[in-house]
């Protein structure tokens, strides 16, 4: 494409509504609405859909049938989930053209969208956006199916779940939209979990830095996503599909004018699993020693806390996800190249955050996070930190009480 | 590809299995047990599969609810439609690869298969074998969806309700297979209806052209599959997928050395719908003033009748599908541009054919067929004849009395 041909394009917009927001027929219809919404605005929307409710989980199910329990096939998966992603797209298009606005949809291949060849969570490695542009250029809203694209074979690819956020910002960089607009069931990133104190506050805006950590750390955005607009600078604003309050906007600091706190928010995750092996005869390489044959297995460990004694052992502990848990312990005691007295599971754990880019400049906030959980009885089992936050991991069932003293202490209820 | 390679190859065999033998997980499972038999038997297997069960007519109720009653975008009509055969595809490929044989999914496109862009009834141009020929060279049982190709656009077409088998006949041309077998819920090709006389007889055997004319008139096979097998000689065997029972092998007449009865069968359909246009002026141009708005309005003419009377006017009689009486009756009324009395529509009528490539060449059989059915006071209604068949109109409520009569007529519960 020539600069003179693309100074004659309209502005895109790149929409995502997820599949909460599409669960019917008459759903369906709400979306669309504020698709020609949009579109009569004077600029060219790009539509990215999920699948439909709970369509993805049934096409799990039908496979697990199939296979009586086996593993399916990654490459067979990744063509049979593609399907539920194609009748969201086919039916929104239908919808729009019912109503006489000019619509088509578009798979992911037929989107452009080319990824490597890991069947279940493909990357994105390209993005041919010729036939996108041509349908744009026609006067058409595109709707295109999120969370797949074809590899170098000709085989369909999945990005893996929650990917169509994924979908909807690399579009938005690859047609340099003027921003990708992410809709789902929630009305924008918040100080903190609002079902955990009700002081919890909606963020108008938030640096791609900061969404990162909240991103891992609990807040439900897919955390690819937030990367791809910080390394492209895309900006990503985040709403309700269904009202029409303002969410938050996503983007590079560079852009703020006004004075930012240091803490921007307080992550949460419940989903924390802990497993401490004891009694580790310490001799170099214990780490590469435990962590080396969870790897090859397939389990993500987090946070990750080594204490030694004075006899000689010492107490090695890390997180997982509460669902690795069992297997990680399987695979330590018949893998690993350790010698040790005992493993011991725990899984009455959350991870709660203190989040911000303020923090790496100004000192005393780790202090402030501890006293604040002193004061109110939390006990905290491990710590962690970045630059731009402090993670301690604490009982679950004191989540509530951390949060509302630590949205207190923080002052996150005031505006900026 | 060269003749050096092709004697490299094993013998190709192609099977079509349809949607009521693949209606849940465990039918899925049987059938996956009939093609792990044939590949045991030292062929490569290429397996067209439908969508299971209902799902297609579940994807049409949901673009209806979408589009609230307008016509759905025939282009995203076929895209969605097409995701019912990717499901069966990928469940198929799974079930074999869970049961230790190696097999892969092809969506149409994938397996090469090219047509025009007549989105809902596209043709099929060409078929492009490589990508399927390398996946059999691997030992691999390749599973198609059926019914869908890819137009020159990169858009998704499909080739019509029924069209599986049409996609499994052109395959087993293109791949130069032994033969094709279409695997359904019925047993073969009967002499007639077997639920109207408990004297039909499966055939063993039956001619392209004759069964041609008998899947036009009625009975359960799609005729542009046989078209194909005829054009292309490539025998199709019919069989049910539920039992092992011999089904019918349907090839071109030179194959056959037994001496033929002139009748093989007798077709019913009761899908039959009569109009009347009464006191027509009688002037050149009447049946185009009558015929040209309904090739305009997309309604098909079957049988033609025209009874001219001394004053002057003439009643113009034709036969539809019954679901077109009541449009056809419309578009008349208002677009056509010939003067008459009165439209009268009926909907109690059948369609009764007895067929057989010997009757062209041995007189009588029109005799004998109407003799037949004034002995049991079979009115006939309307009178249309080939080459190879003699067709009546007679009421639906008759229907068994004159297929009953008929089969001891022709003698047909004799085998050749």
Do not use: W
């Amino acid at each position: 494409m020539t600069t003179q041909s693309e100074q004659d394009h309209r502005p895109v917009i790149v929409q995502k509504y997820g599949g909460s927001s599409l669960a019917d027929p008459e759903m369906i219809h709400k979306v669309a609405s504020r698709i020609i919404a949009k579109s009569e605005e004077g600029v060219d929307v790009v539509v990215v859909v999920s699948a439909m409710g709970d369509s993805t989980d049934e096409l799990h199910a039908l496979s697990k049938a199939v296979t009586k329990g086996a593993t399916p096939d990654p490459r067979e998966m990744d063509t049979l989930l593609s399907t539920g992603e194609l009748v969201t797209s086919t039916l929104m298009a239908m919808a729009l053209k019912a109503r006489g606005h000019d619509a088509v949809s578009l798979s992911g291949p037929q989107a452009g969208i080319k990824t490597d060849a890991v069947h279940g969570s493909a990357r994105i490695a390209d993005i041919k956006t010729d036939r996108l542009r041509r349908e744009l250029d026609k006067g058409r809203i595109v709707i295109v199916a999120g969370f797949q694209g074809l590899a170098e074979s000709g085989d369909i690819t999945t990005l893996g779940r929650g990917a169509s956020d994924t979908t909807a910002v690399a579009l938005a960089v690859a047609t340099k939209a003027e921003r990708c607009e992410i809709y789902t069931d929630v009305e924008g990133i918040y100080t903190t979990d609002p079902r955990l104190t009700d002081k919890a506050r909606k963020l108008a805006e938030i640096g791609f830095q900061e969404m990162l950590e909240m991103a891992v750390l609990g807040a439900k955005m897919n955390p690819r996503s937030i990367e791809l607009g910080l390394v492209y600078d895309m900006p990503i604003y985040v709403a309700s599909s269904f009202s029409n309050e303002t969410g938050t906007l996503i983007h590079g600091g560079e852009h703020t004018m006004e004075v930012r706190k240091v803490v921007t928010g307080i992550a949460v995750d419940r989903n924390v699993g802990k497993i401490t092996v004891r009694g580790v005869i310490d001799r170099p390489g214990i780490a590469a020693g435990l962590l080396q044959p969870l790897a090859d297995a397939g389990v993500s460990v987090d946070v990750i806390v080594q204490n030694t004694s004075s006899d000689g052992t010492t107490d090695f502990t890390f997180t997982t996800a509460l669902a690795s848990v069992e297997k990680a312990a399987e695979v330590i005691e018949s893998d690993s190249t350790v010698e040790y007295a005992e493993v011991v599971t725990g899984s009455n754990l959350a991870k709660v955050s203190v989040v911000g880019t303020g923090m790496e400049n100004a000192p005393g906030y780790a202090a402030k996070m501890f006293s604040t959980l002193s004061e109110v009885d939390v006990n905290i089992d491990m710590i962690t930190t970045s630059e731009i936050r402090i993670t301690t991991i604490i009982e679950r069932d004191q989540v509530q009480k951390a949060v509302q003293a630590l949205h207190d202490a923080f002052e996150l209820e005031k505006t900026e």
